[in-house]
């Protein structure tokens, strides 16, 4: 009865104010908004850094002589299986140490932002991501290198658990998505900066030192700039900040007159703070099943496009197809180009055509590359001996930066958006969580198994990603609704309890 209450105020308030139900409560587009939105997105451009790093270091000469001389032998037989040179656990292990680190990273996030504040939070993931830098920039033995991982996963669990939530959180909601994308844009600068450094670096005596330790850079910027943003007044006034909440609120808008939005976040967090388990709440209402399916299987279908295959492996899977290695990392710079330039395209435009467009068109384009290029490598990529055509590594370039284009514009980016605005206030943290964590288990899995399934499956694993993306494509079509321009407090209202199948999981009035 009082949330019915406070439901019919809310419309008489709105109709007082000509605001029609669904839109955004009144804001400005405000500097502050934005800088802080795109100080707390270097976060995203630590995470592309080391997602793009990984892959030119493990094919680099220097590296593998120090650190898995045994690959360095394989590599340079020349009876070796094209698809078994790289096929190595504790090489696959430098590359997923990281993502296995950043689950309990995350884990603990998702408390400690909601005990302390996001921007602690994002502060902590920087001086992890720093600390980490530095020791692989140090390292002399194999033990050095993967701590050094792992101190860099909880940099990456810390603010890939916080950031998203953080720009949700301050941004107003016509503008949501696009803020929320620059996280996703600076991954992808992150990984093309990181491939120009392994370009770089690639003929330089222990070159690997300075790609790896290159990864300083991002933290320190996210370390100074995380000093001048304000922390979200949905996390002041969970925490019973409400006088310094209705400041910054007022600052971040650009208004005096905030009391619609205020009351918003107010009603939803005393909800909140009666929830004194979020996880159990999560996981046994029934109303909080449909986010939790949703932003769990996006990011979960994020990472089975077959991304990771391009994002860690491109210099390697270059060198399979008998590239060189400057080739091969010249390649991947124009691939993580393509990359970036695209990720634009998604940021103008999200908040115009919605987010169900993009996720459609990106898995169809993703299906028919990813078709093309298991056929190319089947017909021509025999188990001995480079591809004796030229022009197919050329075809399977362009057919990446086709596929890698259809990603960046569609569930590279909004795999990360929509967990971020589906879940209410009392679950937000502990539903984020499960977004993130499944990706970093599914992160971890590709990164740790894909150069063994590579060896064992050969061109069969590109059908295989294939078929995950019509999969994905028909779940988006039928399970997911549109929460293009829907204020995160009526997520519920808005889309849930209308769609033909979720609305099942509410109780009705």
Not at 28 to 40: D, G, H, P, Y
């Amino acid at each position: 009865k009082q949330r019915a209450r406070q439901k019919e105020i809310k419309k008489m308030v709105m109709g007082v104010m000509n605001i029609e139900e669904g839109a955004s409560l009144p804001a400005k587009n405000t500097f502050q908004v934005f800088m802080c939105s795109i100080i707390a997105a270097v976060g995203g451009l630590m995470f592309g850094y080391d997602i793009g790093i990984s892959g030119g270091v493990t094919s680099m000469d220097t590296f593998l002589i120090k650190f898995f001389h045994h690959v360095y032998e394989k590599k340079h037989r020349v009876h070796e299986n094209n698809y078994c040179k790289f096929d190595d656990q504790l090489l696959q292990l430098f590359t997923s140490s990281l993502y296995l680190a950043g689950i309990f990273a995350s884990l603990a996030a998702s408390y400690l932002s909601r005990r302390f504040g996001r921007k602690p939070i994002i502060m902590s993931a920087s001086a992890f991501f720093l600390c980490g830098a530095i020791l692989n920039f140090f390292a002399q033995e194999l033990g050095m290198l993967i701590g050094g991982r792992i101190l860099l996963g909880c940099g990456i669990g810390f603010g890939n658990q916080t950031v998203p939530l953080f720009i949700s959180e301050i941004a107003p909601a016509r503008i949501r998505g696009g803020l929320n994308l620059m996280f996703q844009f600076l991954i992808t600068i992150g990984i093309l900066a990181a491939s120009y450094v392994n370009f770089l670096t690639s003929t330089v005596k222990d070159g690997w030192r300075y790609s790896l330790g290159g990864a300083a850079v991002p933290a320190l910027i996210l370390l100074i700039g995380s000093f001048f943003i304000h922390e979200t007044p949905a996390s002041l006034i969970e925490r019973g900040k409400d006088e310094e909440g209705k400041r910054v609120l007022r600052k971040i808008r650009g208004l005096e007159d905030i009391e619609l939005e205020f009351n918003e976040i107010k009603r939803a967090t005393e909800i909140s703070n009666k929830v004194k388990s979020p996880f159990k709440e999560l996981f046994t209402k029934s109303e909080n099943r449909p986010p939790l399916v949703c932003g769990t299987l996006l990011q979960f279908f994020q990472q089975f496009t077959g991304i990771n295959v391009v994002m860690f492996y491109a210099p390697v899977l270059f060198q399979t197809m008998g590239s060189g290695n400057n080739a091969s990392l010249i390649s991947t710079v124009v691939t993580n180009g393509v990359n970036a330039v695209a990720t634009i395209i998604a940021v103008v435009m999200v908040d115009r055509l919605g987010r169900r467009f993009f996720l459609v068109e990106g898995a169809t384009q993703m299906t028919a590359t990813q078709i093309s290029i298991g056929a190319l490598l089947l017909k021509h990529l025999h188990l001995i001996g480079p591809i004796t055509s030229r022009s197919v590594p050329l075809i399977v370039l362009i057919l990446i930066c086709i596929y890698v284009s259809g990603f960046a514009w569609s569930w590279g980016p909004l795999g990360w958006l929509v967990p971020s605005e589906i879940y209410p206030l009392e679950v937000r943290n502990a539903g984020y969580f499960c977004a993130v964590a499944m990706n970093m288990v599914c992160t971890f899995v590709i990164g740790q198994f894909f150069l063994s399934a590579l060896c064992r499956f050969r061109s069969g694993l590109f059908f295989f990603f294939a078929v995950m993306n019509v999969i994905m494509g028909l779940f988006v079509i039928f399970f997911l609704p549109e929460t293009k321009g829907v204020p995160i407090e009526d997520m519920a209202e808005q889309r849930w309890k209308k769609h033909w199948h979720w609305r099942k999981y509410f109780k009705q009035n």
